[in-house]
């Protein structure tokens, strides 16, 4: 006798519905969640970090933060990215001084440009601030704020560092933007706020950081309203507006965002104002880092005696105020996106 088969389809597939019904794939719930933070070696500073994160983010923790007071504020030079032997601003007004030349043939004979043109930046930058700013200014005015944008894009395109032979925006570091992108997961706002200049940052910081133009706060020049030829125009003049530096970068903060950080991040110096006046708003839990370069051999090794970057009173105060003091060297399984893990 044939079995009867017109049956035999369904019936298997209920036995093979009750069969799953009492047999469940069972997940793994010892699987891990993914490292938020994947270039950061497991330690102290990794931890430390997290911890803050998952306290200030956790409804029933008696350290939450509400989401509209999640503010974190970066530098960017030494901080997002390398700014050795020189800051990479400065390089792009060195590049635009030789770009600009043609049309100025007085500067064959004028300092500081003579010997921007015959490659002595010694000499060119032994005027100090005054030189520097006298190269800024030329460089960074007499133009619109449309043509400056773009001549900031086309130079980033283009221009290599002298020592990796990368383009600058390449020479991100990597941990760092992981850290930023974990913030923004868990509700946070990040900002720069820099002593670069704010025009000059704006075009490509989204692309590098994540973070869109409105949320960057720099040094700044005058800009004039007029129009050209019936456009209407802004022409950036050469005076100074506001410089985001040292003490300046608090004041930056308080006019520019409103609120006061509850995360802050350096690594000279020059950002010390803004985390000690992080660290002592009192009211929710604090957060101060330093970015320590100690990586000769995949960056550079400076702090104390420095040029550019000098951290002396930072490293000093970092204990009293339980400010983390991030080791470049041990901290970091890379420093750029480029870098192999170590």
């Not at 004028?110 to 100090?128: M, S, V, W, Y």
Request: glycine letters at 8%; charged letters at 25%; one cysteine or more.
């Amino acid at each position: 006798m044939k079995p009867n088969t017109k049956f035999a389809t369904p019936v298997l597939v209920v036995l093979s519905l009750l069969v799953f019904a009492f047999n469940p794939v069972q997940e793994n719930k010892n699987t891990a969640p993914p490292d938020p933070l994947p270039s950061w070696n497991a330690g102290t500073s990794k931890k430390a970090i997290i911890d803050f994160v998952t306290k200030t983010t956790s409804k029933d923790s008696k350290d939450f933060i509400p989401v509209a007071d999640r503010i974190a504020c970066f530098d960017n030079d030494g901080t997002l990215w390398s700014e050795q032997p020189m800051y990479f601003q400065l390089a792009f007004a060195i590049d635009q001084v030789k770009a600009m030349a043609p049309q100025h043939p007085e500067w064959k004979t004028t300092q500081p440009f003579q010997a921007l043109l015959e490659d002595d930046i010694h000499t060119a930058l032994a005027g100090g601030e005054k030189a520097i700013g006298q190269i800024l200014m030329t460089t960074h005015a007499g133009m619109t704020t449309d043509v400056f944008e773009k001549t900031v894009k086309d130079w980033m395109k283009t221009a290599t560092h002298p020592k990796t032979k990368k383009h600058y925006n390449e020479m991100i570091y990597q941990p760092m933007v992981e850290l930023l992108k974990y913030l923004r997961l868990n509700g946070y706002k990040t900002f720069i706020v820099s002593g670069g200049g704010v025009d000059f940052m704006r075009p490509w910081v989204e692309q590098a950081y994540g973070i869109p133009p409105d949320q960057v706060v720099g040094s700044s020049g005058k800009v004039k309203y007029e129009s050209a030829n019936g456009k209407p125009v802004l022409i950036k003049l050469p005076e100074i507006n506001f410089i985001d530096d040292k003490e300046g970068k608090p004041v930056g903060i308080h006019q520019y965002i409103g609120k006061r950080p509850v995360f802050t991040a350096g690594n000279s110096d020059g950002d010390y104002a803004m985390l000690e006046w992080t660290s002592t708003a009192g009211g929710y839990p604090r957060f101060g880092m330093i970015v320590h370069h100690t990586d000769a051999e995949r960056e550079w090794a400076y702090d104390r005696a420095s040029h550019i970057g000098k951290l002396e009173k930072g490293l000093d105060d970092a204990p009293k105020y339980n400010w983390l003091v991030v080791d470049m060297k041990n901290d970091w399984k890379k420093i750029y996106a480029f870098d192999k893990m170590k």
